[in-house]
């Protein structure tokens, strides 16, 4: 959880801190500040606050984004060449190269000699991306890199979406331009006609696949020693995400086979889903999710909606714009109704009903209608 709070005695829902926050991590519910889970504690919403309702430690306080260059290597993943631009960057900004791994390695030497500084062993218990992200946060390193394979893309994808941190995917170049402090990422697209440059917020951590083929050479220091340590993170096995791994663990209903589904976007956020899930749980409705929140890491890629067909007797898009795969896919649906905020989005021009809400309020107000008396 974060260490940035608010004191609800002092709190008189101004909104004040709202505009202060970069990372659109600040919401005011029932006329009180909250602050979301994707906050990076960067502190400017504190000096803000005009009532001193927002508290925050004065080392947070004191502190910056100026910890080194992160390198995750999932066990048995073969990312040692990601340590070679990770070294690169740490050199330009005068930082160092962490290696984080789940497990102390048998044989350090050769992630040494590939260019970290140290070894970081990540612990705790529960999700891997949201002990990474909690490391993150706490240790507030510069950059977080892998080497893009099918697990690491996932888990990257869930900490940036956890932190609300820039995201590159397969990136074939990363980069401190001369007199920046910025880390910059780029990606080919439409088949490498174009390359898109992402340039990040300077206070936030860019986190980053990279294209194996670009970075396929490993330095060799065979001199060069480290240290290993351990990172301590909270244990994320809350009641939310209990009550996730109770629900997924059951027989799921096939998207194909529900007569009710639900489907969420990346509008809704990693709580949106959580409450989704719940709200599925009471009608005992399918969950469903658009490709956008498959890649972000907030559905499994079973729930994907786009690519199949899905025709429920009710469709409920929470959030979801509605790309041409998408909207075919549900095509046949008896009933569209598309819940959004965005008067443009593609999936208005296919829905039976409209709600203009947003989507998270949208679910839980629909889970406050069934709840039962007495029931919190």
């Known amino acids: 959880m974060t260490r940035v709070r608010v004191n609800v005695s002092k709190c008189d829902g101004c909104a004040e801190c709202l505009g ?29 606050c005009p009532h001193a309702a ?18 995750f290597l999932p066990e048995g993943d073969d990312g040692l060449g990601a340590l070679t631009p990770a070294r690169d960057i740490a050199d330009e900004l005068g ?37 990474l992200a909690a490391a993150v946060r706490s240790e507030r390193p510069a950059a977080v890199l892998a080497m893009a394979s099918p697990v690491t893309d996932r888990v990257m994808a ?61 330095r060799a220091d065979g001199g060069k020693r480290g240290k290993i340590r351990n990172i301590e993170v909270d244990d994320f096995t809350d009641e939310g995400l209990k009550y996730i791994e109770r629900v997924r663990s059951a027989v799921p209903l096939r998207l194909e086979d529900a007569r009710v589904v639900l489907a969420g976007g990346p509008a809704l956020g990693e709580e949106g889903f959580l409450r989704l899930r719940q ?45 041409p795969a998408h909207n075919a896919a549900v095509a046949g649906s008896k009933v569209v109704v598309a819940v959004t905020e965005n008067e443009r989005a593609n999936i208005l021009g296919s829905a039976d009903y409209i709600i203009l809400l947003p989507p998270l309020r949208a679910v839980e107000g629909l889970l406050e209608a069934l709840r039962a008396p007495g029931e919190t």
Do not use: H
């Open 54 to 71: 927002i508290e925050a430690p004065e080392a947070l306080l004191a502190g910056s984004r100026s910890g080194g260059v992160w390198v």
């Open 95 to 131: 930082r160092t190269v962490s290696a984080v791994m789940t497990r102390e390695p048998d044989d350090p030497a050769p992630i040494f000699s590939a260019g970290a500084d140290e070894i970081a062993v990540l612990g705790g218990s529960g999700a891997l991306a949201r002990r």
């Open 20 to 48: 202060a926050c970069p990372f659109l991590a600040i919401e005011i519910r029932e006329g009180l500040a909250v602050i979301a889970e994707s906050c990076l504690e960067c502190g400017l919403c504190v000096p803000a």
């Open 158 to 218: 869930r900490v940036a979406t956890i932190l609300g941190a820039p995201y590159v995917q397969g990136a074939d170049d990363v980069e401190v331009p001369f007199g920046e402090t910025v880390i910059y990422g780029t990606r080919p697209l439409f088949g490498g006609r174009f390359r898109c440059t992402l340039v990040p917020d300077p206070s936030r951590p860019l986190v980053a696949t990279l294209n194996p083929v670009a970075f396929s050479r490993v």
């Open 279 to 323: 709200l599925a749980d009471r009608l005992g409705a399918a969950v469903g999710a658009s490709k956008e929140a498959v890649e972000a890491g907030l559905a499994d890629e079973a729930e994907m909606v786009d690519g199949r067909e899905v025709s429920p007797d009710v469709y409920m898009a929470f959030g979801i714009d509605g790309s």
